[in-house]
Structure formats: C-alpha cells, structure tokens
C-alpha cells in the first residue's frame, strides 16, 4: 500500500543534487517537511483504502439477504431435480419393463413428443425471463436443464429411428422372392375321346358309344 509513496519520495531525493541534499540535511525544518508529506500521503492512502473497504464491507451487508434467498432457492432447485432424477428414472424402470410389450413405432413417437414438448418449455422459459419473471441464476439453471433434457430425447428417437429402419431393412432382406409361375400341363385329348384313348395319350378322336338295342 504504501510502497508507491516511498518509491516517489525516494525519485523526489535523487533529482537532488549533492549540493542540495547536504542542503537539506543541514536544515532540519526542510527535511522535516519532506518527512511529514511522506507521512501525510501515507495517511491519505490508508484512509483511502479503509474508505473502500468500509464501503466494501457495506456493500458485502446490503447484497446478504439477496444471496441468502438465491442460496435457499438453489437449495430448493437442487431438491427439486433430486426428485424429478428419481421420477425420470422410475419412469425409464417402467418403460424398461414393458419394452417387450410396446410397439417401437409407438415409443419413437413419444419420444418426438417429448423432445418437442421440451422445446417448448424451453421457449416459454425464456419468454418468462425476457418478461423479468426469473432472475439470471434460477433463468439460467432451469435453462440449462431443460436444453440437456431435450438433446437427450432428441437423441434417443434418432437412434431409435435407425434402429428401426435396420430392422425394416434386415426383415425385407430374408423375405423370399416369388418363384418363376408353375406350368401346368395342356389337356391334348378330347372330351369324347374314351378313357382308353385319353389314358394312352393318342390323338383325339370322337368316340360314340355303341347303339342300345329297343
């Protein structure tokens, strides 16, 4: 604190020349005014730097009731993601379980819900900071929250997304081609032909049957 001071009294002596400084050293009134404004600088310093730091201090005091609330606020966020963690995970436990039951197509649809919904959120959030409704800290946490929130849903249907059109990939591969069409044996006999001849194979013939005696 007090080192600028002495470094230019130190300045102030070495301008002299010898001439002077055995001057002033011969005159003790002289060199005892030097002496005091040192001395009277310093005391301005110090007075000076107990002035901020009183105003410091009483600035520290006005700002302790704000930093009390926001210490409490983010106390109760805290526990307030606490409780939606073990939601968000109670409610992952239940979809893990009814996985096998739920149709893909269905869960990739809420999950496009819900990031989009997440979005949302995320707009009206800042639509109620612009409106002075938030202040920066608790504007910022929920914000902050809310975007790793929705890049996580988006994330998980775009990998849903792929996984399904894998599948959908993969199931038409082993679905088998349709066969060249079967070919079916032409009829080369006659309907009047007789069985003998139909059997045999011979060229068609009519074929009358005997005539019936009265």
Known sequence: MYQPILH???QSLQTLSSEELRTLLDDDDKLDERVDEAVK???????????????????NLSHEPKMIELRSRVQELSEEGRQLGASVNEKVNELKSKSNKTNPETLLALLQTAAAETEEETEQLVKQFLDCEFTVEVFL???MGLRKLMHLRKVK???MTELLQRRR????????????????QPFTGSPFSSPHQRNSGASSTFYLPPPTMP
């Open 141 to 143: 946490e929920k914000f």
């Open 8 to 10: 230019q009294a130190i």
């Open 41 to 59: 600088s310093m005391e301005a310093s110090k007075e000076t730097v107990l002035n901020e730091n009183r105003s410091l201090a009483e600035t």
């Open 157 to 159: 249907a775009e990998k």
């Open 169 to 184: 990939t993969t199931v038409n591969s082993h679905v088998p081609t349709a066969g060249p069409p079967s070919y079916i």
